[in-house]
């Protein structure tokens, strides 16, 4: 406080010194008749910026955990969500605070009763690390529901496996249909998997709750799997103190799946920053640590030795650079083609319809050719965009003026029981 207050000080000291209003200058003349100029003020310290959410998020950015930590305390007192989400990340790495998962969970499930989707996802991942699965799935379902990937693509595996919930495969089809489609790569790669085992009705039942999922209606009820919603009640008991320690090392937790929960646990560090400037919309900190690249090494590699002329390697290094070189112009021609389609999808505005996912291109193509076939007024003026998703290939028609339109397209269109829903190109 003192070095604040002397700080002031010479700032006050500054403002009079260079204002002419409140300290004129004095002419005084020198043995040579000079006038003396006075001396120039020095220039003001930057203010620093007021404390918030976010001040501490660019803290926590910058490796400083204790006063990120210090400074999202009173926040989180006060009820934010963001700020208690925030504490939460820090007991749950050992950041700032001594690494202790119970306290993590007491801030995330704090943070979770306000509708915070991030901490219901993390608290039911830790929850089911310890064993807690019946609590473990009711939030996350209560998070998957409402969109948050990480634990669509956590639940996707609960329901596969059978571990925790029902074991149902059009379940666990459709959290990772939603999961991969917000570009989640574990969960596409867990999708490709399933796509290789699951039976076609399971896969169109799937198809449908993914449906209904993106629609923002839920789950069809003759699909639901009795989970009942988490307690949103608000905790009434006081939060815990914080004590602002040195990071401690992490621990080991047993798993539901290791490369489910390795990815689920790559915490939502960037979700957040898609929000507003409102402080309810402050970023979260990132979740795991950034690895620093490899030191170089200390000496130079050996030069290999000269090699003597041999024909025969170097005959076979030709053909070799000829097949680079055409697999190279091959792949040069495939994208210039992807990117004049990507080009001429980009000219389409308004709203296309998905009417379903096949394994190939050619399967693809030959559905809309019979839809179109038997459908001529009402696909008139429209155009398939086949586009690779995972291992198979998504058939969407368009355009549509308008979403309404798209929904009655729909309608008429559907092919099946594939479901169909309506996507907005712009």
């Known amino acids: 406080m003192a070095g604040l207050k002397a700080i002031g000080a010479l700032l006050v000291l500054a403002l009079v010194a260079g204002d002419p209003a409140l300290a004129a200058p004095r002419k005084k003349k020198g043995k040579k008749g000079r006038v003396s100029r006075p001396v120039a003020a020095a220039p003001a310290r930057a203010t620093p910026p007021p ?3 976010r001040q501490g998020v660019e803290l926590w950015r910058a490796s400083k955990w204790d006063a990120a930590v210090s400074m999202w305390q009173p926040f989180a007192e006060n009820g934010d969500a963001d700020a208690m989400f925030n504490l939460g990340q820090a007991y749950k790495l050992g950041r700032g605070v001594a690494l202790d998962k119970a306290i993590a969970s007491d801030w995330y499930r704090r943070a979770a009763v306000k509708g915070h989707l991030p901490a219901q996802a993390n608290l039911g991942i830790l929850q089911f690390q310890a064993t807690e699965k019946a609590e473990a799935v009711r939030w996350l379902k209560a998070a998957a529901d409402k969109g948050e990937m990480r634990a669509q693509y956590v639940l996707g595996i609960v329901h596969w496996n059978g571990d925790g919930a029902v ?6 089809y459709a959290y990772l249909v939603r999961a991969a489609a917000q570009g989640l790569p574990e969960a596409t790669k867990a999708l490709n998997e399933l796509s290789q085992v699951i039976p076609a009705l399971d896969r169109a039942n799937g198809w449908q709750i993914a449906t209904s999922l993106a629609n923002g209606s839920g789950i069809p009820a003759q699909f639901q799997p009795g989970i009942q919603p988490p307690p949103l009640l608000a905790v009434t008991t006081p939060p815990p103190p914080v004590v602002v320690a040195s990071a401690a090392g992490s621990t080991s937790t047993a798993a539901l799946n290791a490369a489910a929960l390795k990815a689920a646990e790559g915490d939502a560090g960037t979700d957040a920053d898609e929000g507003d400037s409102a402080e309810a919309q402050d970023p979260p900190p990132a979740a795991e640590p950034m690895r620093q690249p490899a030191p170089a090494a200390s000496t130079p590699p050996l030069a290999p030795p000269t090699a003597r002329p041999n024909r025969t390697a170097d005959a076979a290094a030709e053909r070799k650079a000829a097949a680079d070189k055409a697999a190279a112009e091959k792949r040069a021609a495939e994208r210039k083609l992807a990117a004049q389609k990507a080009a001429e999808a980009a000219k389409e505005t ?18 809309w050719t019979k839809l179109a076939a038997s459908n001529k007024s009402a696909t008139n003026g429209l155009r398939p965009v086949i586009g690779k998703f995972g291992a198979n290939y998504r058939l969407q028609v368009g ?11 729909c309608k008429t269109l559907e092919i099946g029981k594939n479901g169909c829903f309506a996507l907005n190109i712009d």
Do not use: C, H
């Open 399 to 409: 355009p549509f003026p308008t979403r309404d339109e798209a929904r009655v397209g």
């Open 167 to 172: 074991k149902s495969l059009p379940l666990a």
């Open 350 to 367: 308004g709203w296309r319809i998905q009417l379903g996912t096949y394994p190939n291109q050619k399967t693809a193509m030959q559905a």
């Open 51 to 53: 404390p918030s959410v």
